[in-house]
């Protein structure tokens, strides 16, 4: 019986076989896999940002998986059918929505991560990796200003990074569900649609936000805000959470962070500060200035695949009391008995609601530590330099801004001297799409469609504005023909 049983599993191990390829066979596969890489990057130059044509494609929807195929004939099939159409992201003329990044040593971290498959969710599973990942969040947290006692999580981006802290504010002010219709959280229409989104995940559905007026550079009125609360306290609602914005998505508005801080220290609120754009910023003087009171904020959101150039993927929380991360998502369950001894370091599993998890913070420590935190800083100097310059030029081909940037993106548009303007802002956006050299988004701002420079990829370049600065003389000169 036993021998039986012995021999099926020998044959099971033998016919399962392909899954653990040899060392020939790993190198080959590695050879094509990084000849594609190469061939990808090498041509970036010369290719199209944006290719819009050809959305009927539906190779890659086969779902047949019955039999093995030589690694070349697969990559082949990603060049033909996932590189394009669609946004190419990687490249420097990719100026639309918050650009993510791409560093190819975050590429390598990733890999190392995969092939090690290290368990960075537990400390007792990988000390190593759990270090790092909290070496990164105290890295991030002092950037931010907190000096000790915070905690924080690496999540997969932005909207998960502010999930959690809802999540935190929550339960940290002890809202109930009996609460949740008369809890308020005051924020402004800057805010990132995220945010919406984690409060009804937080189920706070029924609750009320309120949008506080803003100024001419789309941010809150610090007294519109305190009457607001003034006024909600006073008819028996329960203000918990205000959201603030260091760089918001649409214009990169800072709110006033030192004034919201003191409304919210008077009122006993719990105050939030969405950075996943802008935080990263801090690495320059001048916006550890424009942004000095974030570290007096209750969580900071920030975003490493935006302003630390990594790829898509990379989100950071923070929050400056642990405990009230640990309230809201540390659990104990009898199969992981082993693991509470070991408590030299936090372990993310305690801080997120991910258990098991991808170790992604290697994508983001091994370009720190290879190239050092005064690339980054030059970098994004760079595109601050970008930014001043794309601002005079566009307004010498007559388009207007709708308000001076704050950061690396400009809202602006051109205004015909007949007809309807955000008629004929919509269709240079479609004729920007088709060109597709250098690609741009738009959005909606006081009703009015506007055009976005958002200049963000560690890959863009002067001769990247360069070009976007002729389509838009070129293509607002075809339409006003
Ligand atoms: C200010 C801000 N907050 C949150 C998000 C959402 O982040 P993610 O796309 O990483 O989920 C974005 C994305 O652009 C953003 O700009």
Redesign the pocket.
């Known amino acids: 019986m036993i021998s039986e049983l012995t021999e099926q599993i020998k044959q099971s191990q033998w016919a399962a076989r392909a899954l653990e390829p040899d060392h020939d066979r790993r190198k080959e596969a590695n050879d094509i896999v990084q000849e594609y890489a190469e061939a990808f990057l090498e041509k970036l130059r010369d290719t199209k940002t944006y290719i819009q044509a050809g959305y009927d494609d539906a190779t890659l929807s086969d779902t047949d998986f019955s039999h093995p195929h030589d690694i070349d004939r697969v990559i082949h099939l990603l060049e033909k059918h996932m590189e394009n159409p669609g946004i190419n992201p990687a490249h420097g003329g990719h100026l639309g ?2 650009p993510g990044g791409g560093l190819y040593a975050a590429a390598l971290g990733d890999y190392l991560a995969d092939v090690t498959n290290k368990y960075a969710g537990v400390f007792f599973a990988s000390p190593g990796a759990v270090r790092i990942e909290n070496a990164l969040i105290e890295w991030t947290a002092k950037l931010v200003g907190y000096e000790k006692g915070f905690g924080g999580n690496i999540t ?7 999930l959690v802290a809802v999540t935190t504010a929550r339960d940290a002010k002890q809202l109930k569900a009996k609460d949740f219709d008369r809890a308020v959280v005051y924020t402004t229409k800057q805010v ?1 649609h ?2 919406d989104k984690a409060l009804i995940i937080a189920g706070l559905r029924e609750c009320v936000v309120r949008y506080i007026e803003t100024d001419a550079q789309w941010r809150i009125v610090p007294a519109a805000l305190q009457q607001q609360v003034e006024e909600d306290k006073n008819q028996g609602l329960l203000p918990f959470m205000i959201v603030a ?1 260091a ?3 649409d214009v990169g508005a800072i709110d006033p962070l030192q004034e919201i801080s003191a409304i919210a220290k008077q009122h006993g609120l719990w105050l939030h500060v ?5 935080g990263y910023f801090l690495l320059l003087d001048e916006y550890k200035e424009k942004m000095k009171s974030i570290s007096e904020a209750d969580s900071v ?1 920030l ?1 490493p ?2 302003g630390l150039f990594l790829p ?1 993927g990379t ?1 950071i929380v923070l929050v400056k009391q642990l405990k009230h991360l640990q309230n809201a998502f540390a659990y104990e369950a009898n199969y992981m008995q082993d693991t509470v001894a070991m408590t030299d370091s936090i372990s993310p599993a305690d801080v997120s609601p991910e258990l098991s998890k991808h170790f992604r913070g290697l994508r983001m420590w091994l370009p720190l530590k290879l190239y050092g935190e005064q690339a980054f800083r030059d970098c994004l100097q760079e595109k601050m330099l970008l930014t001043k310059y794309f601002t005079n030029k566009v307004q010498e081909l007559g388009y207007e801004i709708i308000c001076e940037p704050e950061m690396t993106v400009v809202a602006y548009r051109f205004v015909p001297q007949t007809g309807d303007a955000n008629e004929f802002n919509k269709k240079l956006m479609d004729a920007m799409h088709k060109d597709g050299e250098i690609f741009i988004s738009s959005t909606m701002l006081d009703g009015k469609f506007v055009l976005r420079f958002a200049c963000l990829s560690f890959r863009t370049h002067i001769e990247h504005v360069d070009k976007l600065l002729a389509m838009l003389r070129r293509h607002k000169e075809e339409l006003l023909k």
Request: with cysteine.
């Open positions: 929505y918050i997969s981006g932005g909207s998960i990074a502010n990132h995220c945010i914005n760089g918001s998505t969405d950075a996943a754009y802008g959101v975003d695949h935006k898509y989100g």
